[in-house]
């Protein structure tokens, strides 16, 4: 019975080609469960079980938070949840048996053993199912109108085909950014951001990132798909009258600052960056990470994690982000807030890639991507000088200190 969910699960995402794969191999594995189950003795089925299990209690919450999280009850999640409940199920009956077939003493290794499965098993691969199985969110009823912005909605394709939608207002002194929201955020969340740079004269194009909002594709909320998508937008910003070459920028809140910076190393037409809460894209990001047992548990975790969504989605891994900033060599402002004490880390270490192009601004007390609700005024100093000296740097250089 688990596997009929269980197929249904597996799928529901991804091409036609890629979910007959998913579901033929999830019908040869349950089918040499049940045949390999029969004949095996207690320790046989508690591995089985286990395995069984594992793989259950993953798919079923990864794809039930998902799904949960942003479409409510839908038809995924209670599939989901039906696998994630056999899932448990199989994984606390298998690791009964498992635990009486062993002797005496050794019995107290099952408290270590589910210590281990639990960080480098359960909980990385459940994340991977969720990075790559999210569906759209509902964009909401806020939009540039409502800061007294005029504006289009404007949509425009990637190189594969994805269809991307966005708000667009043009710009007043030449130059635009792309506004990019962060993991599982539509435009809106950007729309403070677009408002003082628009006042400044700035053009704006708030892009709902693939699989997020009204874009179609899927979601991927690891990043993996901003290196596509982000040309696209500045391709569409080139067509632009008004929009002059060479004064295109990136903003970016959290994953998409990092998408930002990770194009920044590929796409020269972008001229500068504004990244705010990043940490990284992929296990490379986190050199800045503690050294220490600490530190090796979490990249063993995080390699698990990111493998694993290499796997289950077709979005091509990125640059790194010092290895982009160095190669791109262009301007980059990376926000982080104070009171997130990984940010102000990350930051120095992605900014000792390119000491002379990146300058950092910890905002004190701010959370993760609120700089600009916790110091309106110093956001657009800060962001505004730097946009103008890294697009118009003559003009720049001539105004009065």
């Known amino acids: 019975m688990r596997g009929l969910p269980s197929l249904a699960v597996v799928g529901l995402d991804g091409s036609a080609v890629w979910q007959g794969v998913r579901i033929l191999v999830m019908v040869m594995v349950t089918g040499l469960a049940a045949w390999s189950t029969a004949r095996a003795g207690r320790p046989g089925r508690g591995v089985i079980a286990v395995v069984a299990g594992i793989a259950g209690t993953v ?3 990864g794809v039930a938070s998902a799904h ?7 038809v995924a999640a209670a599939l989901a949840v039906a696998v994630l409940v056999s899932g448990l199920i199989l994984l606390g009956w298998g690791a009964a048996l498992l635990v009486r077939a062993m002797p005496g003493w050794r019995r107290l290794l099952a408290v270590p053993a589910a210590a281990v499965m639990a960080w480098f098993v359960l909980f990385p691969l459940t994340i991977a199912v969720y990075a790559t199985n999210l569906p759209p969110g509902p964009l909401g009823p806020a939009s540039p109108a409502g800061y007294g912005l005029a504006y289009r909605d404007v949509a425009f394709r990637t190189a594969d085909g994805v269809r991307l939608s966005a708000w667009y207002v043009p710009p007043r002194n030449g130059a635009a950014v792309v506004l990019l929201p962060g993991a599982g955020s539509t435009r809106t969340v950007v729309l403070g951001q677009a408002a003082v740079l628009a006042r400044h004269g700035y053009g704006t194009l708030l892009v709902d990132t693939r699989g997020h909002g009204r874009s179609g594709g899927r979601a991927m909320d690891f990043g993996w798909w901003g290196g596509r998508d982000i040309t696209a937008a500045v391709s569409y910003l080139t067509r632009q009258p008004g929009v002059q070459a060479g004064k295109i920028a990136m903003l970016g809140e959290s994953m998409g600052g990092e998408q930002a910076i990770a194009a920044l190393g590929t796409d020269p037409r972008i001229r500068a960056v504004v990244a705010e809460g990043v940490t990284g894209l992929q296990g490379a990001d986190h050199g800045w990470l503690p050294h220490g047992i600490d530190g090796a548990l979490t990249r063993g975790m995080e390699w698990v ?9 077709e979005a091509p891994r990125p640059v790194p982000l010092r290895d982009a900033i160095a190669v791109g060599h262009r301007p980059v402002l990376i926000i982080a807030g104070g009171a997130i004490p990984d940010e102000p880390t990350a930051a120095r270490w992605f900014q000792a890639a390119s000491p002379a192009t990146v300058r950092v601004w910890v905002v004190p007390n701010a959370g993760h991507t609120a700089a600009l609700a916790t110091q309106p005024r110093a956001w657009d100093e800060q962001v505004t000088s730097f946009l103008t000296a890294a697009l118009n740097p003559a003009a720049a250089a001539a105004a009065p200190a």
Request: glycine content about 22%.
């Open 59 to 61: 798919a079923g919450a």
């Open 68 to 74: 949960l999280g942003k479409a409510g009850l839908d």
């Open 305 to 313: 994690m990111y493998t694993t969504a290499g796997l289950l989605s």
